[in-house]
């Protein structure tokens, strides 16, 4: 479970986001909706301890992970959580294989990869380069990167952003069936996918939006 208390995040430009109080029950998948910019992305990266919150606590499963020291919270993410990212961070002249054997440097096992990349409908894929993918197929082997360490948590930012609506679709419900029993947090601008979660955040009402001084 990932409760959110008080927290805000401060930028350069003297933004400052204040979130509502949150909790995200394990087992459930939530969307999150609202235009680029609204602080969907920043609200990921604080859970997933890229980004170090200006105020407030994120607490995981009992522990309060906003406050831990860095390497506490890059161990934690390697571990327990999978990130999706938008642009699949995939490396286009290596195989899907070695794609996700990637992760084999931070002592991630490989033996769930082939039950993986058969649920996700990609196993045909497996020896053949990324470039060479639709761009459907390659959000599915960013799928199966991200569960390759069977985690606790899983955060997609926009895993439909550069896909037509039907493939996104077809993508999210994979993600979905894939996710069960997990904590998944999916970032979206498409309201039409709204209805294959079982919850759905408005980030317009979930964010504020306030001006600060550099001092305060």
């Known amino acids: 479970m990932i409760t959110v208390s008080g927290l805000s995040k401060k930028f350069r430009d003297g933004t400052l986001l204040e979130y509502k109080d949150m909790t995200y029950e394990t087992g459930r998948t939530y969307a999150l909706l609202g235009a680029s910019g609204c602080g969907k992305t920043t609200l990921l990266n604080m859970i997933a301890g890229i980004l170090s919150p200006y105020s407030g606590t994120i607490e995981i499963d009992?522990?309060?992970?906003?406050?831990?020291?860095q390497h506490e919270k890059?161990?934690?993410?390697?571990?327990?959580?999978?990130y999706i990212f938008q642009d699949f961070k995939l490396?286009?002249?290596?195989?899907v294989e070695d794609n996700i054997r990637v992760l084999e440097l931070e002592h991630v096992g490989m033996a769930n990869m082939d039950e993986i990349l058969d649920r996700l409908g990609i196993s045909q894929f497996k020896h053949r380069k990324v470039n060479r993918l639709s761009?459907?197929?390659?959000?599915?082997?960013?799928?199966?990167?991200?569960?390759?360490?069977?985690?606790?948590?899983?955060?997609?930012?926009?895993?439909?952003?550069?896909?037509?609506?039907?493939?996104?679709?077809?993508?999210?419900?994979?993600?979905?069936?894939?996710?069960?029993?997990?904590?998944?947090?999916?970032?979206?601008?498409?309201?039409?996918?709204?209805?294959?979660?079982d919850v759905v955040l408005d980030m317009t009402e979930l964010v504020s939006y306030r001006e600060v001084s550099e001092s305060a």
């Open 62 to 69: 009992g522990r309060v992970m906003s406050s831990a020291p």
């Open 135 to 197: 761009g459907g197929e390659k959000q599915r082997v960013a799928i199966a990167r991200a569960l390759i360490k069977k985690p606790d948590i899983i955060l997609a930012d926009e895993p439909t952003g550069n896909l037509n609506f039907s493939t996104g679709l077809d993508v999210v419900r994979a993600l979905i069936e894939v996710a069960k029993g997990k904590t998944l947090i999916a970032v979206t601008h498409d309201d039409r996918l709204a209805d294959l979660f």
């Open 74 to 82: 890059d161990r934690f993410r390697i571990e327990r959580i999978g």
């Open 91 to 95: 490396i286009d002249q290596m195989s």
